[in-house]
């Protein structure tokens, strides 16, 4: 797994996509950080809520040449041939993608440190709305991934992951559209928002941070059966 991690990691600064998003993320929390700034306020609230749909949809540009890629250039079976399991594979792929995500969110560490020189910061707030988002972008990683593993076309996959994302961000509002009962109920709870949302309280809760675990174990789980079935049926 430790090889495969270092090969995507190093994937993504040989080629432009590291970069491309990187920069992309930078200049948006820039902007809203600048927003924030000439307000005169210390509430990154806004910063984070506008990042949170943001990050989601940049994530397909991390995730869709993970596995398209390698069935384009036909060097996936070279890859399941490695001495490493599928899952290690998996593995391998899904942390290098996820140590990018968290480079670029880690920029509004620092943003709340200055901040906290001109004003008073809500360092509960901050944590929550940070772990919230790391939370929600691997989950979202995961899912996108999924999408690239059966396509080895990377604009298929990124147009794929970036309707996978929608949808997910879409269940809060459907939730809103259906009237009261189970299925809203179902609705509210399934969506990426409500649970997020509760972070950016501060209120971290165990049945939020086991449901986007569970949900990204789900998608790394269908992923790596993906490998397999591909690895046997020799597609």
Same mark, same amino acid.
């Given at each position: 797994?430790?090889?495969?991690?270092?090969?995507?990691?190093?994937?993504?600064?040989?080629?432009?996509?590291?970069?491309?998003?990187?920069?992309?993320?930078?200049?948006?929390?820039?902007?809203?950080?600048?927003?924030?700034?000439?307000?005169?306020?210390?509430?990154?609230?806004?910063?984070?809520?506008?990042?949170?749909?943001?990050?989601?949809?940049?994530?397909?540009?991390?995730?869709?040449?993970?596995?398209?890629?390698?069935?384009?250039?036909?060097?996936?079976?070279?890859?399941?041939?490695?001495?490493?399991?599928?899952?290690?594979?998996? @593995?391998?792929?899904?942390?290098? $993608? #996820?140590?990018?995500?968290?480079? *670029?969110?880690?920029? +509004? %560490?620092? =943003?709340? !440190?200055?901040?906290?020189?001109?004003?008073?910061?809500?360092?509960?707030?901050?944590?929550?709305?940070?772990?919230?988002?790391?939370?929600?972008?691997?989950?979202?990683?995961?899912?996108?991934?999924?999408?690239?593993?059966?396509?080895?076309?990377?604009?298929?996959?990124?147009?794929?992951?970036?309707?996978?994302?929608?949808? @997910?961000?879409?269940?809060?509002? $459907? #939730?809103?559209?259906?009237?009261? *009962?189970?299925?809203? +109920? %179902?609705? =509210?709870? !399934?969506?990426?928002?409500?649970?997020?949302?509760?972070?950016?309280?501060?209120?971290?809760?165990?049945?939020?941070?086991?449901?986007?675990?569970?949900?990204?174990?789900?998608?790394?789980?269908?992923?790596?059966?993906?490998?397999?079935?591909?690895?046997?049926?020799?597609?």
């Amino acid at each position: 797994m430790t090889a495969v991690f270092r090969r995507e990691l190093a994937a993504y600064f040989i080629t432009p996509i590291g970069y491309v998003y990187l920069t992309a993320f930078y200049l948006l929390a820039g902007y809203q950080y600048a927003v924030l700034l000439l307000s005169g306020s210390a509430d990154m609230a806004a910063e984070f809520s506008f990042l949170y749909t943001a990050v989601l949809l940049l994530t397909p540009v991390l995730t869709m040449r993970l596995f398209s890629e390698e069935r384009r250039q036909k060097t996936d079976q070279l890859l399941f041939s490695a001495p490493v399991t599928l899952g290690g594979i998996t @593995a391998g792929k899904y942390f290098a $993608a #996820a140590a990018v995500y968290l480079l *670029g969110i880690a920029v +509004t %560490l620092p =943003q709340a !440190a200055v901040l906290s020189l001109f004003g008073e910061v809500n360092w509960a707030l901050v944590a929550g709305n940070f772990a919230g988002m790391a939370l929600v972008g691997m989950a979202a990683i995961a899912l996108c991934m999924f999408v690239s593993a059966h396509t080895e076309s990377q604009m298929v996959a990124a147009i794929g992951g970036f309707a996978a994302v929608l949808a @997910a961000l879409g269940l809060s509002s $459907a #939730a809103r559209l259906v009237p009261a *009962g189970l299925l809203r +109920t %179902l609705l =509210q709870e !399934a969506a990426f928002y409500s649970r997020y949302y509760r972070m950016t309280m501060g209120l971290v809760r165990a049945s939020d941070v086991f449901f986007f675990a569970s949900f990204g174990g789900a998608f790394f789980f269908l992923t790596a059966r993906t490998l397999e079935r591909r690895r046997w049926g020799g597609q």
